[in-house]
Every structure is written in structure tokens, then in C-alpha cells.
């Protein structure tokens, strides 16, 4: 019983890789080696972790990976122009920019620079279009796309469900807003100027909630109802310094119908749909070379 | 007491128009003659009806109108060479396209290639981008923006509220949604997919309702709460023939803390909407010629 409440992200990278590594194989037999970019500054260790995860889910997939590695003291001038190559670069396929830029860029100006058709982590305002209008501009965020492979890999429908989203910020919450919406479901979005009843509330009623606030174990069982899906997207670490969600999972978990762990859940997804999307793009050329 | 709870949308426009027609005067003195281009095809009335509000509107504000008309048979090739060379007019400043465009159209492509800095009624996907996003780029769609025109002019503030949204139209529902949450509403968006009891409980619950759904007097008592405050998009006929809103008005009058008409609500302040929008494009003009 346990084990079919916790919603594991590891089998759905595992299925996803399976079914990408497929894909990548046919688009190799074609004469196209699907290439993500991946645009680094500075050696901060959040990034070089993300950066390791993402290596290693390309080898097992069989897409290859070019390093672009910049000093902290780059001009914003020279990321521009590095940033205009990957785009007229036809052997790359997407790029991931890890961020926070360097406070001395300007991160929206610079973002906005990346061809949507290259943006496999949605942070273009074309891809943000893309998400808001349901068009196949530009490709959503990855971990609001994980978010919707959780639920598909785990038979949660969300058609007509009422779906609670916690944050609305251009990461997650509002494309994994409009995202449930796409599919059917009544959505409500709650944030840090909710009033505290209302919190309550709405997390009570909700079938399904998406917590995605960044704030510590703050969604506990005053806030929630019962037999719900959760799925944690927040990152976080605790007082005594571990890794930990935006759900107290402990208190939770013995009321929730299924609920995602952190780490191990959402987190664990997004570096299979990081090469998903790598593999649309690659799809998307016309030319073999 | 009654007059008090109408909104009516006569004197939120008026106000704007006195504030757009002060814009207006200060860019002619500047050398800038503010223009919109109206573009229409074929003549069907309710075209011909919104064009004629659009007029009188900007000849009360002091924007020049030009007005292009395409007979229905015109190629999209055609059409997209006047949308090109209305891009680089810089004597038009804002360009209004009335929808929907025949049959023959691939319409989602043609309004693509307008520019987002000429898109004052909001239909590209980089004004959809800046309305998501909460950026500066486009302009939002003019009835999205009419309704935060509506509650401001009223006194009725969102922040920290429930707002409920009926429609997730990209024309309404959707940006009106994000333009809430800006304001620090939670917000709740319901559609034609959401159960039967969660729509009425959600209507109960909300303290704003902005309804969007298209389908005449579908929102009555049964629907909603007390002391709410309504604004209604809708526009249709009712069985009689007669122009009415998506809310059941003489039903819902009674118990609402204040409510818009329809006709002479919401509908009532988009073409004023539009002409700050046309000013705005004007006012971001460099040059004087």
C-alpha cells in the first residue's frame, strides 16, 4: 500500500528514457545527432550538480552534450553573442542557460535572446506563448512538464477535477496552471498574499494540489484535505540542513491518496523531459547533415 | 441605493476619454497625430456597429482613423502585405483587425504577423507573452483590460480576494485570470468542463465574479452568492431577441453588491480602452514628424 501512495519520480524518468532513447536512435539512423547545449557561469555547486544529472541522462539517452562555460565576470555583450551562434548553430538543438545569470546581466534581456525553437526549458516569452495560448511555439518549463508526466505515468486524470496550484510564478506555477486547465481541470491558483482562510479552504476542497510556493514543509494537514494527489515541486532545505519539499510529507502522507517525495519525485523527471525536448527539436529538422 | 450598484460603463469611459483626449492634445502639440487603423472585411453589421463606436470614440479623443476594407474574396497573401506595410507605417500607431476573418483565412497566422507594438487590442502572441508574463511588451486585449478599468473606477480592489473567472477564452477568461493574479486575487477559473457542483460552489464562494462564458443569462441565484461583486463580458441575444449578458441580471441584481449591465457595462469602455491603447503606442514614438 505504501508504495503505490508515493509517486516515485524514478520510474517515470525510466519509462520516459526508454521511450527517448527510441527516438534518438531513429533520429541517429537518419544522420541527425540530437546536441544540447548546455551555457554555464561560474562554478556554483547547484549548478554543476544539475549539470552532472543532465550529462548523464543524455549518455543514457543518446543525446550529446556541448559545454559552454563562461567566468562570472562575462560581459553581458559576449553571452549575447554566444548566444546568437547556438542559435544559427544548425547542430545544435536546444539550449539550457542555468540560472541565476550573473547580477550584472540582465537575465530577462539575455533569455529573451534564444530562439524559442531552441528554448528546450521554456524561459522565451515565446515558449511562456506557447503555454498560455496552447500552441506549439516554443516548449513549457520542464518541471511543469514533469508535473504532467507524473500524473499521466500514475493514471491521474484531470479532466473536471478540482486542481490547486500553490505559486504563480513563470517557473511552475502559472504554466502548470494552464497547463491543468488545457486539460480540462478547475483550476485554482493561491499565493503569498492569499489570505490564510482562504489557503485553508482551498486546499481542503482540492482533489489534486501542485505546491510550488519555494517555502519549507509550509503545506501540512491544517492545510490540507483528504485523500488527495500531491505532488511537491519545491526544493528546499530544513533546519537541520536536509533536502526537503514544500509539503511536511511525514504528516501528510498518511492522509494523502498518493503524494510525491522530494527528493526522488517531481525533481527526478525533469532532466527526461529536458531531453524530450532536446528530441522535438531534433525532430524538427528539415536537413539531415 | 440602486444606481449605486450598477456599474455602468458610461462613466468609466467618459473619465478615460476626458484623461485620453488630454494624452491626445499633449501629442499633437508634440508634432505626433495619435492614428489608428481600423482593418475590416466584408461588411457584416455587428463589424460595421463596432467600427462606428470606434469612431465616434476617437473622434471624441482626438485619434485619427484610417480605415482599410478588403472585400471577403481577398487572398491571405494580400492581406498580409497591408498587415506588413502597416508594420512599418510609422504615421499608424495602433492597428485594430476585426475578427473573425473568413473562412479562407488562416486567421491564427495572419494576426501573428502583426506587430505586438501595433497589437492594441491584444490579439498576437507577444502581447498574450506580456500579459502572461506581466511585462510591457503588447498591449492585453481591450475587454480583459476594460474589466480592471470597471473595478478601479468602482473603488473595488482585488487584492487578497476571490475572483472567480468563468471562460478561458485567450480573448478574455485567460488574460483577465492573469491580470487578477497580478493584483493579488485568488483566482479560480472555471469552464464549460467544470462539474456541475463545483461550479456552483466556486460561485458561492467568490467575492468578484467576472463572467466570460459566452451563453446568455447562464449565471443566475443558483449559481451565486450575496453581495458579490459581477462584472458580465457576455454578449448575446435572448430568446426574445433582445442584447444580453451572460448573467441573469434581474435575477441577480437583487442580491449582488454590485453589478454591470449588458448592453451599457464592460462593453461599454473597450473602445475607450482601445484609444489609451492607440495612445500609448503613440507616446512610445521617438520621432516627431
Known amino acids: 500500500m505504501t508504495d503505490e501512495k508515493r509517486m516515485a519520480g524514478k520510474p517515470v524518468a525510466d519509462r520516459m528514457t526508454e521511450e527517448n532513447r527510441k527516438i534518438a536512435q531513429q533520429l541517429r539512423q537518419r544522420g541527425i545527432t540530437p546536441t544540447l547545449a548546455i551555457l554555464r557561469i561560474g562554478e556554483r555547486p547547484g549548478d554543476l550538480a544539475y549539470e552532472r544529472g543532465a550529462v548523464k541522462r543524455a549518455e543514457m539517452t543518446g543525446v550529446d552534450v556541448r559545454h559552454i562555460v563562461f567566468d562570472p565576470s562575462v560581459s553581458q555583450e559576449l553571452l549575447l553573442a554566444e548566444i546568437d551562434r547556438l542559435n544559427g548553430d544548425e547542430s545544435i538543438d536546444g539550449v539550457l542557460m542555468l540560472r541565476p545569470l550573473p547580477d550584472t546581466i540582465d537575465e530577462k534581456y539575455v533569455c529573451e535572446q534564444l530562439s524559442p525553437a531552441k528554448d528546450v526549458d521554456g524561459i522565451t516569452s515565446g515558449s511562456m506563448a506557447?503555454?498560455?495560448?496552447?500552441?506549439?511555439?516554443?516548449?513549457?518549463?520542464?518541471?511543469?512538464?514533469?508535473?504532467?508526466?507524473?500524473l499521466d505515468h500514475y493514471g491521474v486524470e484531470l479532466k473536471g477535477k478540482r486542481v490547486l496550484v500553490m505559486g504563480r510564478s513563470l517557473v511552475i506555477g502559472k504554466p502548470v496552471a494552464m497547463m491543468a486547465m488545457k486539460r480540462h481541470a478547475t483550476v485554482t491558483v493561491i499565493h503569498s498574499?492569499?489570505?490564510?482562510?482562504?489557503?485553508?479552504?482551498?486546499?481542503?476542497?482540492?482533489?489534486?494540489?501542485?505546491?510550488?510556493?519555494?517555502?519549507?514543509?509550509?503545506?501540512?494537514?491544517?492545510?490540507?484535505?483528504?485523500?488527495?494527489?500531491?505532488?511537491?515541486?519545491?526544493?528546499?532545505?530544513?533546519?537541520?540542513?536536509?533536502?526537503?519539499?514544500?509539503?511536511?510529507?511525514?504528516?501528510?502522507?498518511?492522509?494523502?491518496?498518493?503524494?510525491?517525495?522530494?527528493?526522488?519525485?517531481?525533481?527526478?523527471?525533469?532532466?527526461?523531459?529536458?531531453?524530450?525536448?532536446?528530441?522535438?527539436?531534433?525532430?524538427?529538422?528539415?536537413?539531415?547533415?
Do not use: W
Not at 130 to 150: I, K, N, W
Not at 261 to 289: E, F, N
Open 193 to 289: 498574499r492569499t489570505r490564510q482562510e482562504d489557503l485553508a479552504k482551498a486546499g481542503r476542497d482540492a482533489e489534486v494540489v501542485i505546491a510550488a510556493m519555494g517555502r519549507a514543509k509550509m503545506v501540512g494537514p491544517d492545510i490540507l484535505g483528504e485523500d488527495q494527489v500531491i505532488l511537491d515541486v519545491g526544493i528546499n532545505t530544513d533546519e537541520q540542513g536536509q533536502l526537503c519539499g514544500d509539503v511536511d510529507y511525514e504528516a501528510v502522507f498518511p492522509r494523502a491518496a498518493m503524494i510525491t517525495p522530494v527528493p526522488g519525485g517531481v525533481g527526478s523527471v525533469t532532466t527526461a523531459v529536458l531531453m524530450k525536448h532536446v528530441l522535438q527539436a531534433a525532430s524538427g529538422r528539415d536537413t539531415v547533415r
Open 130 to 150: 506557447g503555454v498560455f495560448m496552447d500552441t506549439d511555439q516554443g516548449f513549457p518549463p520542464c518541471t511543469a512538464q514533469a508535473c504532467m508526466d507524473m
